[in-house]
């Protein structure tokens, strides 16, 4: 590929828009060029790198006993409804009517349609193991579309799902994805870490994300110095914390006028956070719930959601928080609150605690659980802290942030009992399928490669997913010698099997070496008048780690070397 022929349209100076590095060496690179919020153009550049990484997931699923279909985009609303996440969904799906005023959506995830398939094609036990895949675009209305291709509303996504007779064969079958993503992951050039979560809107009994370290990610993490634990905090179990073994003392009411916050009222009572005790007023369902958790801790709604089984969970606003406790926002405590309350296990350990008093300007001081206030339902509702032990090994946790890439879910019979995809067993009785689903985010792969392969002056591929592994530049194509050699140079490379791009612009040598780095070609050739003097090229890696003056005739099996060398370093172990 000549240069002068490629779209790829650089940028000089960093974009607005854009908030963390692959954002802003996508654009910079002409990966990609905006369409709207949450959605883009990929360039040539672009797609290379996907189809890449689309053949490298292809090559693992096939291997795990994959076979690739294609599921309509549009759905058909009656199976959203059927499993009723039609209205889970919320405001994230994009829906749409027929002609004939039929609803459809723009599939989210694809779950339910198919389901519907295995149902039509599934009848016996002799049809299963089965897994069945996909690479497709995924459409979700994100309300905050962000760094880039990283949280957009338009996305490309593998998804398998397998399909087995019983639990013994769910875990085959979740353990050869699980295996195969850590093998995708390694060849693309990716440090991951898989990691328990939350199943969130997908379901079921069990899930790991697959993620990617990186100070960009959204996703808040807790992780083990000691054991191989890792966890996302959505779900990590958080410790009770030990009581202090004070005496109680007499509760009683003190002024704290305008202290609304806890900052406010600790530095008003000169109490630590941890003598606090924080009163949350939900909406769970539409139903109001109290929550309390200590002052220096975090509710975890996500806990909090999946204990009270509920589908939707809001904070209370300002008018329900006065009619359920007859008091102003800010002032809220468990003291003679007439609404269902849950608290925080390390809640009921604290004596002599601080509360709202459900009244203007006013709080409890000396507020003993068990004493001035009870409830039966006890539970871990908090974000775990760095403070708490490891609940594997009970070593010391540490905080981290990371990328979802990819995550394997253990559904069950969640999506086959709702929409009655059953089959006939050996014994002649008619169970409800067994399934897994298993996505890997294929664009925000791209990004989560960049984050963790680039420098000041642009992006480092790694071998396996690089639009182009070489990058020939001659100082002056125009030049009879230079052109020749980079001509020639072009050729041997290409017929070894090297991906190969030739930059033949009129333009400084400069410009030319700054979009190569910018772009991140793993290898570079150097073609100038001084080398050709010689009868050398200069072959140097992207990454630094290699630099030499190589004779003309000995460059083909030198480059070669160094992509095959550079691609064995990408093989799982």
Known sequence: MLMSRLLAPTLREVPAEAEIPSHRLMLRAGLIRKSASGIYTYLPLGLKVLQKIMQIIREEMNAAGGQELLLPIIQPAELWFATGR?????AEMFKLKDRHD???????????????????????????PLLLYQIQNKYRDEIRPRFGVIRGREFIMKDLYSFDQ???GLEESYRKMYDAYTRIFTRCGLDTRPVDA??????????????????????????????????????????????????????????????????????????????????LLYLADGQPVAVLVRGDHECNEVKLKRYLGCTTLELADEATIAEVSQGPKGFTGPVGLQVRLIADHSVMNMTNAVTGANRKDTHLINVNPGRDFTTEEVADLRVVTVEDPCPKCQGKLQLC??????QVFKLGTKYSAALK????????????????????GVSRTMAAIIEQNYDEDGIIWPMSVAPYQVVIVPIKYNEEEQRAVADELERNLTAAGISVVLDDRDERPGVKFKDADLIGFPIRITIGP???AAGNVEISRRDGSFREDVKLEQATEVVVNLVQEAMGALEPK
């Not at 942030?401 to 990819?406: A, D, L, Q, Y």
């Not at 995809?421 to 890997?440: H, K, L, Q, S, W």
């Open 102 to 128: 039929r609803q459809f959506c723009l599939g989210p995830t694809h779950e339910e349609i198919i389901t519907a398939l295995a149902k039509a094609e599934i009848s016996s036990y002799r049809q299963m």
């Open 166 to 168: 019983d639990e013994a």
């Open 530 to 532: 001084k080398g050709l």
């Open 86 to 90: 039609w209205d889970d969904y919320g």
């Open 401 to 406: 942030r990371g990328i979802e890439v990819g």
């Open 198 to 279: 939350d199943p969130g809107a997908i379901g079921g009994s069990g899930t790991h994300e697959f993620m990617v370290l990186a100070d960009s990610g959204e996703a808040e993490l807790v992780i083990c110095q000691s054991c191989d634990y890792a966890a996302n905090v959505e779900i990590a179990p958080a410790a009770a914390c030990p009581g202090t073994g004070e005496e109680p003392r007499p509760m009683e009411a003190v002024e704290t006028p305008a202290m609304h916050t806890v900052d406010q009222v600790t530095e008003f009572l000169q109490v630590p956070a941890s003598k606090l005790i924080k009163t």
């Open 421 to 440: 995809a059953t089959f006939t067993d050996e014994n002649g009785e008619e169970r409800p399928i067994v399934m897994g689903c298993y996505g890997i």
